[in-house]
């Protein structure tokens, strides 16, 4: 079946680092792309998305690169602090098919002082 | 930005008995809602999507008898978790589209404990 799955389950970073999370998806019908914080103990919070027309988009100290020829995401953040510490979800979707997310399994980030 | 509640955050039951879970979006209309279960150190899996006015669509393997869903209003869906058993417990967690877009907000999650 269709599916989102992460390269990382952990990942560390000092202080101060820029951090890539990787994710890999593959529906090609995927058209909307998500990236979520997840704290512990609480829902899912919107961090960035990107469309499929588009490669790249920024926010602040983020951005994701969508690569849909190898059908890879990626989220980048700079000089990671450590309240960025979480788990990390990308989810995918499909709104011209079922219109529903479907999640990555996730990525804990580790920021060390 | 937008905000969805979720109520009880907590709630603690015994085996056999019934528990509802409120979902509110509260400073937008969402037609649609989604209802997800997250288990410890692992990702959200989607139980429902929730239809204002209409029927929900559940997800192949989730029992809609079990998981009842009522989607009263553009602002308010609930989840029934009916007879409930220790292995319901989990983290549930549900959604809400905002009609302008497709931007999903999620509510902050309840914990269930069947004990």
């Known amino acids: 079946g269709e599916s989102v799955g992460l390269h990382l389950p952990t990942l560390s970073v000092q202080e101060g680092d820029n951090s890539i999370i990787n994710c890999a998806y593959s529906?090609?019908?995927?058209?909307?792309f998500i990236w979520y914080k997840q704290e512990s103990g609480k829902g899912p919070q919107f961090i960035i998305d990107?469309?499929?027309?588009?490669d790249k988009r920024q926010g602040q100290r983020v951005t994701v690169l969508l690569n849909k020829t190898v059908k890879h995401l990626s989220l980048q953040i700079a000089a990671t602090q450590p309240g960025d510490s979480a788990v990390y979800f990308c989810a995918e979707n499909n709104t011209g098919g079922g219109n529903k997310l479907t999640f990555g399994t996730g990525t804990q980030l580790k920021v060390e002082l | 930005g937008a905000v969805v509640s979720q109520h009880p955050s907590r709630v603690i039951c015994k085996s056999g008995t019934s528990v509802k879970i409120e979902c509110r979006s509260l400073?937008?209309?969402?037609?649609?809602m989604f209802w997800y279960r997250q288990f410890p150190k692992k990702s959200l899996m989607l139980m429902a999507t929730?239809?204002?006015?209409?029927?929900?669509?559940?997800e192949q393997g989730v029992e809609k008898d079990k998981f009842l869903i009522n989607h009263a209003s553009l602002t308010l869906s609930t989840l029934t978790v009916t007879s409930a058993h220790p292995e319901d417990s989990s983290f549930y967690i549900c959604?809400?589209?905002?009609?302008?877009?497709?931007?999903?907000?999620f509510g902050p999650g309840t914990r269930l404990t069947v004990t």
């Open positions: 929730s239809n204002e006015g209409s029927k929900a669509t559940y």
């Open positions: 990107i469309r499929s027309n588009m």
């Open positions: 529906n090609s019908a995927s058209d909307y």
């Open positions: 400073d937008f209309q969402a037609t649609t």
């Open positions: 959604s809400a589209r905002d009609d302008r877009g497709l931007e999903q907000y």
